[in-house]
């Protein structure tokens, strides 16, 4: 059976209205972060400033939007998607959405306000990070993840790890690409053959992993440039790919 991309340029918030109810298997997502700094006058500044070394060659990335709300901003407007996302995953689903440090608190928050039940987090820990002089170095990122309501248990199931392991990706198409061995790993929480949702899909990470590991993928871009990005690495996994009308909601 061929895999299938279903691609949505739009707005998450307005995407996800329109996609019916129970409709997904998982949600599994890297939103904007609105981080990198520890004042309101930091996070303003342009993701470059914020994610990338001076000397890296991401600098020439393109900048992408949606990350300059303030903590209280950014745990509503979280609140009020992760509750959509919930309406569209079918009942014991599973919800994973990545998050840094400075963010982790109200993530979580968010998450439990959005309708999930809460199980956890799972650790991206960084091979190569920035060293800090006297102090812990900020080494990982984070999966927050839960489930629709009550999961069942089938002891057929493959166990997965607590934490991950990997270096940030060298060649890289946004500025804060996953891994994909990580991706590929996180993706195997959903059943094979069923569907993953990407509210956030930047450069398609996660859409490249679900189909390369059996998974059907619903994603979501507002960057014209990024969903291009995504929909060429997507268009190179063997699948057949969808560009969909938001206000069509036209799925698999």
Known sequence: MTNVATLYRGDSLAVLKELPSQSVDCLITDPPYSSGGMVRGDRMGNTKAK???SDSGS???EDFTGDNRDQRAYAYWSALWIGEALRVLKPGGVGCVFTDWRQLPATTDAFQAGGFVWRGV???AKTQYRPQAGRFAAQ?????WGSAG????DYEDPCLPGF?????PREREHITQKPLDVMRELVKICPPGGVILDPFMGSGSTGVAALSEGRHFIGVEMSAHYAEVAEGRIANVETGVQRANPLQAALL
């Open 51 to 53: 994610y990338v070394n």
């Open 140 to 144: 990982c990122e984070y999966v927050v």
């Open 59 to 61: 600098q020439a990335l």
């Open 150 to 153: 009550s999961m069942g248990i």
């Open 164 to 168: 991950f392991q990997a270096s940030p």
């Open 122 to 124: 799972v650790p991206w």
